[in-house]
Structures are given as C-alpha cells and as structure tokens.
C-alpha cells in the first residue's frame, strides 16, 4: 500500500500571502489530521477531519483552515502568513475512529518558508 | 489538559550501551500511547500502540512499556542507525484522533 503523500514538499512564500497544502492519505483511511511541528513548539495539533467534517481543532488562529474531500483527500490552507509559520507541516491518516486508538500513519511532511 | 513530557531530551550513548527514554503524561482517559521515531526532515515513522498499563511491545533493539503514568521505551544494545528523535505521544477517548506529542528525546549512537 502507498503511504501518505503530501504535495509540495517545500513552498517558499512571503508574508501576507497565503499557500495550500494538500495531503493523500493511505487508501481506506477515513480521518486525517495535520500537525505543525517547529523547532520551539515541537508538534502542534491543527486539526482532524473525518468524512469531511472537522471533528477536531487545535488552539491555532482562524487563519488556519483545512476541508476533506469525499476521497477522503484533505487540503490545509493558510491565509496571511507570517514569519512564525514557517514549519514541517505533517499530515497522518488513520483507518477508523471506532474502539482502540487507530495508529496515525504520517506523510514526509511540507517545509514551509516564509520570507 | 493533556500533557506529555519526554527525558531526557537529548541522549549520546555509545554503540551497544543499553538505555531508557522516559515518556510521562497525564490524561482524561488514555485511549493509547504512541511511539514514533522520526529522522531529520521525514515525517514520524510508526512504532508502537500500547493501550493499557502492564503492556509491552518489541520490535528489534526496542522495547515499549506503560504503567498509568509513564512509558518507557528501551533500547537494547543500540547500533548507529538508530540514532533518529523519539516522539511519545497520547491519544485521549474524548479527543477524537488528536495526538498530544512529547517534546522528543534525540538519540545519538556512536560507533
């Protein structure tokens, strides 16, 4: 089975404008979630999507928005960047949301810069 | 507020010196606790789910145990090509998928 991909793998923007990440997950998988992980905060929840409906939302800025497709393909979007976005943002893709914990399988990440 | 706190945070072991890494954490209601190991610039690559306290899991050189308030992982007799950051985190029943991360331990073996 193909892992989670994620599309681009680096981005280089500039403050103010705004970049769309878009991640795949492994297939069958139903909910995917995305993280910030940087140097000082370490990994950040964002938020988690399953079947198309966010069901779950880190402590980010409205800035920071995300949507599922009925593939179960998932795009996150940031509006206005700033310097301090500028992170590995990682996507995970886990099977189901029912009983024990569903191990969250993690794409190679975006490098985002922001200049 | 879920928290998970890894030590130590950084780790020089020479190559078959046996160690610990610690994971501790407090949760409303622990649904599982993850182990991943990540190399520079990949994303977090998979290595245990351990559920309830008194588990254990192996795999290899490593080996994942949990009691109500830690985790530890073990690495037994550890080659370079382990040396990557280790991540702990939780997942808690009323959270959905969400994973609440550790701040990682980095491991570096020498030959």
């Known amino acids: 089975k193909a892992g989670v991909t994620q599309t681009p793998r680096y981005l280089i923007k500039t403050r103010g404008q705004q970049v769309t990440l878009s991640c795949s997950p492994i297939?069958?998988?139903?909910?995917v979630s995305w993280y910030q992980q940087t140097p000082g905060q370490g990994l950040q929840f964002l938020f988690e999507?399953?079947?198309?409906?966010?069901?779950n939302k880190g402590n980010f800025p409205g800035r920071f928005s995300g949507r599922q497709f009925s593939n179960s393909r998932s795009e996150m979007n940031v509006s206005t960047l700033e310097l301090g976005d500028s992170a590995l943002y990682l996507c995970?893709?886990?099977?189901?949301?029912?009983?024990?914990?569903?191990?969250?399988?993690f794409g190679p990440g975006t490098r985002l810069t922001v200049l | 507020e879920d928290q998970v706190t890894q030590s130590p945070e950084a780790l020089r072991l020479q190559e078959g010196e046996s160690s610990s890494l610690n994971c501790s954490y407090t949760?409303?209601?622990?649904?599982?606790l993850f182990w991943y190991r990540q190399d520079p610039g990949k994303g977090p690559e998979f290595l245990f789910t351990?559920?309830?306290a008194g588990e254990e899991k192996e795999k290899e050189r490593l080996k994942a145990t949990l009691t109500k308030k830690e985790s530890f992982l073990h690495i037994t007799a550890p080659k370079p090509e382990d040396s990557a950051t280790y991540l702990c985190?939780?997942?808690?029943?009323?959270?959905?998928?969400?994973?609440?991360f550790g701040g990682g331990t980095r491991l570096m073996v020498k030959p």
């Open positions: 995970a893709s886990s099977l189901s949301d029912r009983g024990e914990a569903d191990t969250q399988y």
């Open positions: 297939s069958g998988h139903r909910s």
């Open positions: 999507y399953f079947s198309e409906t966010q069901r």
């Open positions: 949760v409303s209601g622990l649904r599982g």
């Open positions: 351990l559920y309830s």
């Open positions: 985190a939780v997942q808690a029943w009323n959270a959905g998928n969400m994973l609440t």
